[in-house]
């Protein structure tokens, strides 16, 4: 139990995009706050590790984030982090907060046509925490590098298909509020050429 808690929680951190706050990656991994800060306060020597909710966890040398992923460097395989794994996990993480937590007018505009602008950053940050932007951002970037390909029997060809059919627009307005809408409709293009089965429009198919 404690070693899938260590590649869960580490392999994550060393895979992030963008490093992340140690309530943020509780929330988007689901998991106790106590068990991320535990390991990250055991890793003092290679991990920039504070308790302030402001300060995101870092590496404190990119070399470790080599030695973690490269499986011939340990003597125990047990403490072995996959990246490949690690990636499409993160990806199901991604789309499973965001399945949870995003929902039309999540900022409660009630003003069809808004311009971003126009809304207060906080109300943004407050609605859409950085767990939360991370995961709407990243999670096509996740699955990219896991190498997984979404095909009809891949447990996330399901996880894509009700993720679009469901909260598409609800993605696409979240990525609007933070300024990444762009992004939205690269990832839609690239999910299009990525899929072998259900096209075109794969996601509104049933």
């Given at each position: 139990?404690?070693?899938?808690?260590?590649?869960?929680?580490?392999?994550?951190?060393?895979?992030?995009?963008?490093?992340?706050?140690?309530?943020?990656?509780?929330e988007l991994l689901g998991t106790d706050t106590g068990e991320v800060q535990q390991i990250s306060q055991s890793?003092?020597?290679?991990?920039?590790?504070?308790?302030?909710?402001?300060?995101?966890?870092?590496?404190?040398?990119?070399?470790?984030?080599?030695?973690?992923?490269?499986?011939?460097?340990?003597?125990?395989?047990?403490?072995?982090?996959?990246?490949?794994?690690?990636?499409?996990?993160?990806?199901?993480?991604?789309?499973?907060?965001?399945?949870?937590?995003?929902?039309?007018?999540?900022?409660?505009?009630?003003?069809?046509?808004?311009?971003?602008?126009?809304?207060?950053?906080?109300?943004?940050?407050?609605?859409?925490?950085?767990?939360?932007q991370y995961a709407c951002c990243y999670w096509f970037e996740h699955l990219r590098q896991s190498g997984v390909?979404?095909?009809?029997?891949?447990?996330?060809?399901?996880?894509?298909?009700?993720?679009?059919?469901?909260?598409?627009?609800?993605?696409?307005?979240?990525?609007?509020?933070?300024?990444?809408?762009?992004?939205?409709?690269?990832?839609?293009?690239?999910?299009?050429?990525?899929?072998?089965?259900?096209?075109?429009?794969?996601?509104?198919?049933?």
């Open positions: 139990m404690l070693l899938s808690r260590f590649r869960l929680i580490v392999g994550t951190i060393v895979v992030l995009v963008e490093a992340l706050t140690a309530t943020a990656l509780t890793l003092g020597s290679v991990l920039r590790y504070s308790e302030s909710n402001d300060i995101p966890i870092r590496l404190f040398h990119p070399s470790f984030r080599d030695f973690l992923l490269d499986r011939w460097r340990y003597d125990d395989p047990r403490f072995a982090i996959t990246g490949i794994d690690t990636h499409r996990d993160l990806t199901i993480s991604c789309l499973h907060l965001i399945s949870r937590k995003l929902k039309q007018d999540i900022c409660s505009l009630r003003l069809p046509g808004s311009l971003t602008g126009e809304i207060n950053p906080g109300v943004i940050q407050s609605c859409l925490p950085s767990e939360i390909r979404p095909i009809q029997g891949e447990p996330l060809h399901d996880k894509l298909h009700d993720f679009f059919n469901e909260h598409l627009l609800h993605w696409l307005e979240a990525l609007s509020l933070i300024g990444c809408l762009h992004d939205g409709a690269v990832v839609i293009r690239a999910l299009d050429s990525l899929l072998s089965v259900c096209k075109p429009q794969w996601f509104l198919c049933h």
